[in-house]
Structures are given as C-alpha cells and as structure tokens.
C-alpha cells in the first residue's frame, strides 16, 4: 500500500530537482546572454597570434558589444566578451552577484579614485585573474569602443613571432606622445618608456602572473588607476613593455546612430572606414 506511494515520491522529488537544474541553466543563460565566446560558433576564425581575445563589456553597453561583434567577425577574429564591473557594482556591493569562475573580491575601500575608475581597475584584475586561472599562453585585451587596422593579421603575425621570450606587455594601440626607442627585431616594436591608455594590450602568462601579484596587493585600496598602475611599473622596467607603432587599435567616439571618431589617433587602414562606419569629417 505504501510503496506505490513511495515511489511517486521519490518520482517528484526527481522531477523537482531536475527541474530546479533546468531553471537554473535558463537563468544563467539569460544572465549571459550577451556575453558569447564567438571562437566558439566558428573554427574558419584566423588567429591573432593569441591564445584568446577578451572585451571586457558591461551589460548595458549593448551598442558597444554590436560595434564589437561586427568589427571582429568582418576580420575573422576569435574572442569572447568579459563582464567588466560597473561603477553601480562599486557602490552596491551588497547586490553585487560575482559570476561563475569570478575571484570574490572585497569591496574597495579608496577614496582617491572615483567608483568608475574602481570599476575599471577591478575589471582588468578580473580578466587577469581569468589569464592566470586560465592558463593561457597569452591574451589580447581589447576594449569594447575601438578600430582596427584592416590588415592587422597580417602585421601581428610579424609583431607576434619577433618579440623576445622576456616580453610582459605588449600595447597594440596607445594614446602616448613620448619618443619611442626603436628595438632592433622588428621596424614596428617599439620600447615603451611612459605608455598611456589600456584599450589594446596583450600579457603572456608570466607578465599577467606579475600582474596580479601587484594589483592583488594593492585590492581594495589602490591608490592610482589601472592605466597609472601599469605606466609606473613600465617606467623602472620592472615590466618589460613594448609599443606597435603607428598603432593597429584607436579608440573611438561614438557621435551617431552609425557614425564614430576617432578619440586620440586615425588608423591608415581602418576597419571602421571600410564598414562605413567611421565620420570622415572627424578624422584627425
């Protein structure tokens, strides 16, 4: 009498469970949604000459995302978005969810930056930590509002083979006005003495390992921004940083619906240009 009762039981109980299983994989379905490994949907991608390429992108950044996708995948280029921290998360640590693989990190407690900058920081010592984690051999970061030269696989396939084993960062694009020294393996390598901006750099995984023991001792109260971080231990050479010169990444402004300018430096051969996207009359 009782174990036909039994069984129905344990019957329910299964599909409860399998249904809780379920909700949750459409729940962080959902929460990603926007963050899509695009190597993943294609193996005709070239590659850089990279292990992986992250964009670190924050949700609500959609248009940012679209402008990404369309670039990379008009070049053929893997990557796979990041979910960059926002200054809401900063100051909202409380309803802050960290994601699946994400180091717990306490929450900042500076008073000389402002909660973007944080928020900014956090995010490249989160893709970091995903380079270390990961253990890739090397990684590009790009940020998610940029150009790219049109033929920069064919000149990172040179840039890539000629650096030296010591390498810590490489900037692909820069918003410096410093005199480059010149190196002497290869006409576009430059050594970096006071680099500025980081929407295009790229660690191998000694330089990201170096990397994070700095910013881990600084977290959570850094007392300079990630840019200002990385230009002080370029200057004593304590990383042994490089410059691509004339750059393969700019930064951008978006200024329409369709149209974008370049913030700091005009690519020759811009990737923009060719989609039609880039304001000739704010060329500089």
């Known amino acids: 009498m009782f174990r036909p009762l039994l069984r129905v039981l344990r019957r329910a109980r299964i599909l409860v469970f399998l249904s809780l299983i379920a909700a949750l994989v459409i729940l962080a379905s959902y929460m990603f949604a926007g963050f899509i490994d695009e190597a993943a949907k294609s193996a005709k991608f070239i590659e850089l000459g990279f292990d992986h390429i992250f964009v670190p992108s924050a949700r609500l950044h959609i248009d940012r995302r679209q402008l990404m996708s369309r670039i990379l995948r008009y070049q053929g280029i893997p990557f796979g978005f990041f979910p960059a921290t926002t200054a809401y998360d900063i100051d909202h640590p409380e309803a802050y969810s960290f994601w699946l693989g994400e180091e717990h990190w306490t929450p900042p407690k500076s008073f000389l930056l402002s909660a973007t900058a944080l928020a900014s920081f956090r995010t490249h010592m989160n893709v970091i930590n995903d380079i270390v984690r990961l253990e890739h051999a090397s990684t590009l970061v790009l940020g998610d509002q940029i150009d790219i030269a049109a033929d920069i696989k064919q000149q990172m396939r040179t840039v890539v083979e000629s650096l030296p084993a010591t390498w810590d960062i490489l900037?692909?694009?820069?918003?410096?006005?410093?005199?480059?020294?010149?190196?002497?393996?290869?006409?576009?390598?430059?050594?970096?003495?006071?680099?500025?901006?980081?929407?295009?750099?790229?660690?191998?995984?000694?330089?990201?390992?170096?990397?994070?023991?700095?910013?881990?001792?600084?977290?959570?109260?850094?007392?300079?921004?990630?840019?200002?971080?990385?230009?002080?231990?370029?200057?004593?050479?304590?990383?042994e940083a490089y410059v691509v010169d004339p750059p393969l990444v700019a930064h951008v402004d978006k200024i329409s619906d369709s149209l974008y300018s370049p913030t700091y430096y005009t690519l020759g051969n811009s990737t923009l240009d060719k989609l039609g996207l880039l304001s000739r009359k704010h060329m500089r």
């Open 171 to 239: 900037y692909l694009g820069h918003c410096s006005n410093e005199t480059l020294r010149p190196t002497t393996f290869h006409s576009q390598i430059y050594v970096a003495a006071d680099p500025k901006c980081v929407f295009a750099y790229a660690l191998p995984r000694a330089g990201a390992w170096r990397l994070k023991r700095v910013l881990d001792n600084m977290w959570p109260a850094p007392q300079k921004t990630f840019e200002g971080v990385l230009s002080d231990m370029v200057v004593p050479l304590f990383l």
